[in-house]
């Protein structure tokens, strides 16, 4: 393991041989959206250590980072209603909040729950700007073929995952009636993203008529896409062939530092190489200017 996975000078040392300014710093210890504390049979303590935790991560890990480490920080997933006022709590120090990619794995009511369980913490987060991220294995479940895979195989069912979140948001309906709810995804490469939004709006208009998806998404998924998500990639030479149908303002750019299938450290010459027949406006959008505006960063340079 290398020092920087745990050591702010370290990692500030393998930023700088990566070319790297700024990344967003999810968590390892209380897993990737803190199902630890989500677990924890004593709610009060499981709430003290989400406070506690986020505290760390923005006053010590990252504070120590003159402004390079970007926090992400964690919420209390068992209750939205104490969720929603960590937004306000933390918004003004950190970039976004941390949820699992599906709220209804860890035991918490679904998304789609018909009583709007997770509306007030959609709501904090479109009060505050606070942008909601998701990382793979978020929701302590892997996508499996079957019994006995070797570890190597998960990886190629990664991106499985990307498509169940990316299918699933644009059909919530949740995202029409808040205007400025943003939610980035990080590290589900972009490349798919087309097809399933070509898929969703084909579903959408054969479907529409039954089960109450007229009522909640009057218009085509993909037009949801555009407003309210942004995927994020490190090695997808696919999907930079299909920056026009994505988006060039709907992409960001990450090394997925330090996990073994990390570009470190050649991130920067694999996003020459892969970004070559980009226009210069188009790169500087996908490895710096839509981070900048999306997380609101005060970078420079």
């Known amino acids: 393991m290398r020092p920087g996975s745990f050591s702010v000078k370290e990692r500030l040392e393998d930023m700088d041989l990566n070319h790297i300014e700024a990344p967003c710093v999810f968590p390892t210890f209380p897993r990737f959206c803190g199902q630890t504390f989500t677990e924890a049979k004593d709610k ?6 989400v406070k506690a935790y986020n505290d760390w991560m923005v006053e010590e890990w990252c504070g120590q980072s003159g402004g390079r480490l970007i926090p992400l920080t964690l919420i209390p997933l ?7 006022p960590r937004c306000t709590a933390t918004r003004p120090r950190c970039a976004g909040g941390v949820l699992q990619r599906d709220p209804a794995l860890p035991r918490t009511p679904s998304v789609h729950d018909p009583d709007g369980y997770w509306d007030p913490f959609f709501a904090a987060c479109e009060e505050t700007e606070t ?7 978020s929701s302590s479940k892997m996508p499996s073929t079957s019994t006995g895979r070797t570890a190597s ?12 979140l ?3 948001l644009p059909l919530l309906g949740r995202l029409r ?4 709810l943003e939610g980035g ?8 993203i087309p097809y399933i939004l070509e898929r969703a709006d084909r579903v959408w208009e054969d479907n529409r008529g039954w089960g109450g998806v007229a009522d909640i998404v009057p218009e085509p998924p993909s037009t949801y896409f555009k407003d309210h998500i942004w995927g994020c990639f490190f090695d997808d030479a696919h999907g930079i062939r299909s920056v026009d149908e994505i988006g060039e303002d709907n992409i960001t750019y990450e090394s997925d530092y330090p996990h073994s299938d990390s570009t470190w450290p050649n991130t920067a010459k694999i996003a020459e190489e892969q970004m070559a027949n980009l226009t210069d406006e188009q790169k500087r959008k996908i490895v710096r200017g839509n981070a900048i505006k999306l997380f609101g960063l005060d970078l420079v340079a």
């Open 44 to 49: 009060e303590l499981g709430l003290l250590c």
């Open 78 to 84: 068992w209750d939205a209603a104490l969720a929603a």
């Open 131 to 137: 942008i909601i991220n998701m990382h793979i294995g």
């Open 153 to 164: 195989s998960r990886f190629d069912l990664d991106a499985h995952q990307r498509h169940v």
């Open 166 to 168: 990316h299918g699933r």
């Open 177 to 180: 009636p808040l205007c400025r």
């Open 185 to 192: 995804v990080l590290g589900g490469q972009i490349g798919w």
